[in-house]
């Protein structure tokens, strides 16, 4: 069974600052998920990425499959990036349909 | 397009009654999967359903937990008998195949009073 290390767990940082959050899981996976929740709200899907990196406006997400890891960047933030990001995986290996497994969570608070 | 679509968004029920979560997927999703996250806690896997079959029900408490996803109608997650404990968020998310990006919805909020 996959498990899914996050952190930090919790980041406090200034409006404009570039984010990172780091992403590890312990097996091998066909795809990796960055999601957002914001407080009392519903999950967002960000990225679903098995290989290399993707951009979306101010957001990038690189994964090293080698490695397993992953990491999601946010360039420029902004008070309304305040959310939970979570990593996401297959709950098993071996690449086939599957549920997802979740990190803990980094509770992201940017300052005006 | 809608996304996918959950109802109701807040449930609240006695100890000892029964709490039905539905779920409509996106158009053309076939694939759906229910979650749960406790208060304070991580979102954890329940249910991976295609019409008509459940593919992997390894997350699911053995009692008094069902789901259901017919060939008509939305998916259905049912909750006998409903305890304190069983108060929380359930997601579900549906996708197009099985290995496909998931796409979540609002979520339902039961209370358990």
């Known amino acids: 069974k996959n498990e899914v290390e996050q952190s930090p767990q919790n980041l406090t940082a200034q409006e404009g600052e570039f984010i990172t959050i780091n992403c590890s899981y312990s097996?091998?996976?066909?795809?990796l998920h960055w999601l957002q929740q914001h407080p009392g709200g519903g999950i967002v899907s960000l990225f679903m990425?098995?290989?290399g990196k993707k951009k979306h406006g101010r957001l990038i997400a690189t994964i090293n499959i080698q490695e397993k890891h992953s990491s999601l960047h946010i360039t420029a933030s902004h008070p309304r990036d305040s959310a939970v990001y979570i990593c996401a995986v297959p709950l098993l290996s071996g690449g086939g349909a599957d549920g997802l497994t979740f990190g803990k969570g980094t509770h992201l608070i940017i300052q005006p | 397009n809608a996304g996918v679509m959950q109802n109701p968004r807040h449930l609240v029920r006695r100890r000892g009654q029964e709490a039905r979560l539905r779920c409509s997927p996106m158009k053309g999703h076939s694939h759906v999967y229910w979650y749960r996250q406790l208060p304070e806690e991580g979102l954890k896997f329940m249910v991976y359903?295609?019409?008509?079959?459940?593919?992997?029900e390894s997350g699911m408490p053995k009692e008094r937990f069902s789901a259901e996803f017919p060939k008509e109608g939305p998916s259905i997650l049912r909750i006998q008998q409903v305890v304190r404990g069983d108060s929380a968020a359930y997601f579900c998310a549906s996708s197009p195949q099985g290995w496909a990006e998931q796409f979540f919805g609002p979520g339902t909020r039961l209370t358990v009073l």
């Open positions: 359903l295609q019409k008509e079959n459940i593919i992997d």
């Open positions: 990425l098995s290989s």
């Open positions: 097996v091998g996976i066909s795809a």
